[in-house]
Structures are given as C-alpha cells and as structure tokens.
C-alpha cells in the first residue's frame, strides 16, 4: 500500500526562511528589512510571523491546509500557533517564538543570562500535551533570534539551527532560526 511521504521539518525551515527574506527587499522607502523594523516595535512581532509563515505554507506543495490558532491541545484554553493538515501524510503541529527587542530588554537581558529559551521550553512542553488525534503528528518549535544573547541560550539545549540575512549591505541584518522537532 501506498504511503505518502511527510512534508519534512527542514522543508518547512526553508519555506519559513524564504517567507522573511521575501519579507526583506529594501526599497526606497524601506531601509531596513521589514522584519527588522517589527523586531524594534513595542508589542512584539510573533503574531506578524505567524501570519507571514501560514501565508508561505499554503504555497507548499499538494495545497495543504493552513490554520492558526487551533486546539490541538488537552487543554482547551491552550491553541497551536500553525497547524498543517496535507491531503496527504501527517498533520504538522507548529509553536512559534519571535525574540523582542523590548520584551528583553524589559526583562533585564543586558545584564542577566538570556531567558529566551525559557518561553520556548514552555511550547516545548505544550506540544507534548496534543489530543490524541494529534498524538502521530509532527511537531515542532520555531525561535527566530535576532540577537546573539537570544541565540546563545537556544544552542545549550540542542537544536538545528540556520543563520540567514535580511536585506543588503550595510543594511543587512543576520537572523538565526532555530527548530525542534518534538
């Protein structure tokens, strides 16, 4: 019998990266890339990146299902940030986490240990806690890092990583993506 084959994780890196880098084209009016400019704004920006990234997703190929904010969870207060449903193959189950500017440094992050990975720990243990429709799918965790402090405390706890730039020339600025798959 026919068994189709997964979208793989590191499918879904490369389409979560090519979505911030179409996000990053400077123009005449835009001298930092766009990401940037929503990493530097009060309020953070992981709600922008979950509608960039499903947006991206529905590009996959075989047209799978996109939806944010889903209860795969036991708990019903609790919702997946991206959920993929291909026509064919496993559900994929995805939490996000976008590095603030503000949010860290509110938290005192110029003078104490970086504590990023502490909310992705947090989705970390969400994700192990899915209905059990969801107990065969793939899940995974996303961290998108701008700052060197916010990586670092993501590479003591094992994860793949990818470095990419945003914009051009003295306008660029180097991102790290990290991701899990649980």
């Not at 701008?146 to 990818?162: I, L, Q, Y």
Request: charged fraction near 25%; charge should be negative; aromatic fraction near 10%.
């Amino acid at each position: 019998m026919y068994q189709p084959q997964d979208i793989a994780p590191k499918t879904i890196i490369g389409w979560a990266e090519g979505a911030l880098v179409e996000r990053s084209t400077l123009t005449q009016y835009r001298r930092t890339p766009e990401p940037v400019d929503y990493f530097l704004e009060k309020g953070g920006w992981e709600n922008v990146l979950k509608l960039w990234l499903s947006s991206k997703f529905r590009e996959l190929p075989g047209t799978p299902t996109v939806e944010c904010e889903q209860a795969i969870y036991q708990d019903p207060h609790q919702n997946v940030d991206i959920l993929i449903r291909p026509a064919l193959g496993k559900a994929i189950c995805i939490e996000l986490k976008a590095e603030s500017l503000f949010h860290s440094a509110l938290q005192g992050r110029q003078t104490v240990p970086h504590k990023f990975f502490d909310e992705v720990g947090d989705d970390i243990e969400k994700l192990r806690w899915v209905k059990p429709q969801y107990a065969d799918a793939i899940k995974m965790v996303i961290a998108v890092c701008f700052s060197v402090e916010a990586a670092e405390s993501m590479r003591k706890h094992a994860f793949e990583e990818d470095t990419i730039t945003l914009g051009e020339g003295e306008n660029s600025w180097p991102i790290t993506i990290f991701w899990r798959v649980i």
